[in-house]
């Protein structure tokens, strides 16, 4: 019988408290999206969700030099995504959730250093796959439709991806964007194999989503959270682009 490794060990044990550990899996994934944005030329990320600045983090390793706006409502979170950000003159931040209506929202925050953290009440699935990433508490956080401050992030003319990442929220998210939704070009969504949170859309509904009302293809799937008893993956990020769009027609 082969025994497991210690990095499987140190892995199995991590996942349950909502954290993974792999061998460098960023940078294959980072390459391959910066590849994607350039094809379709993109000037401006805008990245709801942000945490602690990952994302854009992995972003600018892989060699993306356009704008990025970044939103995150957790203030412990947004404080570590300042420190990310704070030398680079194209990465902005902004203290919203994103959503269908402006206001009040209270959110719920997760006990992985909020990671999981979601308007939405989490589901015993979620749960059970990384206890570690139950609820501790809730906070008020200020909530914006994106179609309300669209000008004020965005110039005439750019080319924007939009990637969310908010557990759950993505279709409050994207009819926050009005019709300002069809000048995006692109977008990575995370999306659930079975129930995490109540009320989240599951990966057929997104999938179809993006494919009929936005017009978008699939261009990359980037793996997400995994049962780490099963093996079974519950989360994984959708890449989409718009098949209409002109300049990707010219490159086919």
């Known amino acids: 019988m082969t025994h497991p490794t210690l990095l499987h060990r140190a892995r199995v044990l991590a996942q349950r408290f909502g954290i993974d550990i792999t061998r460098h899996p960023s940078d294959r994934t980072g390459d391959h999206l910066v590849r994607l944005l350039d094809r379709f030329e993109i000037d401006t ?20 030099t356009g704008r990025i706006v970044s939103f995150e409502p957790l203030t412990a979170a947004r404080a570590q995504l300042h420190r990310a950000a704070e030398e680079d003159p194209y990465w902005t931040v902004l203290p ?35 206890p570690g990433s139950a609820y501790t508490g809730r906070q008020k956080a200020e909530v914006r439709r994106l179609d309300e401050l669209w000008e004020e992030i965005t110039a005439p003319g750019e080319r924007v991806f939009l990637k969310l990442d908010v557990q759950g929220y993505e279709g409050h998210v994207l009819r926050g964007a009005g019709d300002y939704l069809d000048e995006v070009v692109g977008l990575q969504t995370e999306t659930s194999f079975v129930p995490l949170y109540e009320g989240g859309p599951l990966f057929d509904e997104a999938l179809g989503h993006a494919q009929r009302e936005l017009g978008m293809s699939v261009m990359s799937m980037v793996p997400g959270f995994t049962d780490p008893d099963s093996g079974q993956m519950l989360q994984c990020d959708l890449v989409l682009f718009k098949q209409s769009d002109a300049r ?5």
């Open 45 to 64: 990320v805008l990245d709801a969700g942000a945490h602690t600045g990952g994302y854009g983090t992995l972003l600018r390793g892989s060699g993306f």
């Open 96 to 130: 919203y959730a994103l959503g269908d209506t402006s206001g009040t929202i209270e959110l719920n925050v997760a006990g992985n250093a909020g990671a999981s953290s979601s308007a939405l009440p989490m589901l015993p699935r979620h749960r059970a796959a990384a």
């Open 248 to 252: 990707e027609a010219a490159l086919v």
